[in-house]
């Protein structure tokens, strides 16, 4: 068993006679008093917002506004470390994206679209004043590919679409375009089943996609005033 220590009556005279002594004016030495401990630190502050980026829906999207610094960390207490500092700014994404008309056929694809963009990581590609290699896999009767290849901003861009026919439609079941990094790119993804039309009829219309949430990088397809018709006949 723990036994607890019993104090000693001359202790209690003792703080009757520190009390008294304060009451008819005496004063407690400073040194008496314990020594206080310093304030918690302030924490981090939280990195700056996102970069702006362009939106699906806007035909000739703008983005000047840069992400904006994050809050300053929470000040410390009495004698502790003062806050921590606010997060950098986001960059500014692209100031301008024009479309472009385009026009692409093959022997089994025909694209022509009145307004054509992409956004690859914050940039924007329109394939304007590039050379861009037109390719079609011909495939067989319910299966055929778009391919396109440019080089733009000293990046290289692609646009794949692949097509398919069940006998009555056709459609596309995936689009790709290149995420535009350096020195190696690779492909940002746009499922879903897009242009589904009547064999033998085009589709017309306007299209304005984001990219597979699982990729590690962002990404826009746009087609506006779009006319696509392909040969598949799922026969």
């Known amino acids: ?3 607890r220590m019993r104090r ?10 520190v009390f ?11 040194d008496t008093e314990p020594v206080g401990s310093g304030g918690v630190s302030g924490g981090n502050g939280s990195g700056g917002a996102t ?11 703008l983005n000047t506004a840069a992400g904006t610094g994050g809050s300053a960390g929470t000040t410390g207490g009495d004698g502790g470390v003062s806050g921590g500092m606010g997060g950098s700014a986001g960059g500014a994404a692209p100031t301008t994206c024009t479309p ?13 679209a009145a307004e054509f963009w992409i956004v690859a990581d914050g940039k924007c590609y329109t394939s304007a004043s590039a050379v861009v290699s037109v390719h079609s896999d011909p495939g067989w009767s319910s299966y055929t590919t778009l391919e396109l290849i440019w080089t733009e901003k000293s990046r290289e861009m692609r646009y794949f679409i692949y097509f398919q026919s069940d006998g009555k439609t056709w459609s596309s079941n995936e ?14 993804f746009y499922d879903g089943n ?5 064999i033998g009829q085009a589709f017309s219309g306007n299209v304005d996609l984001t990219n597979d949430p699982a990729d590690t990088l962002r990404g ?13 006949t799922g026969s």
């Open 20 to 30: 008294l002594g304060a009451g008819c004016g005496a004063s407690v030495p400073l």
């Open 175 to 188: 689009m790709r375009t290149y995420n535009g990094q350096q020195p190696y790119s690779d492909w940002l």
């Open 51 to 61: 970069t702006a980026t362009t939106t699906p829906l806007n035909p000739s999207p």
């Open 8 to 17: 000693h009556p001359s202790f209690a005279l003792s703080l009757i006679a």
């Open 100 to 112: 472009m008309a385009v026009s692409w056929q093959t022997s089994t694809v025909s694209l022509k």
């Open 1 to 3: 068993m723990i036994s």
């Open 220 to 232: 826009e397809l746009h087609l506006h005033g779009l006319t696509l018709s392909t040969t598949l």
């Open 194 to 198: 897009n242009f589904q039309s009547p």
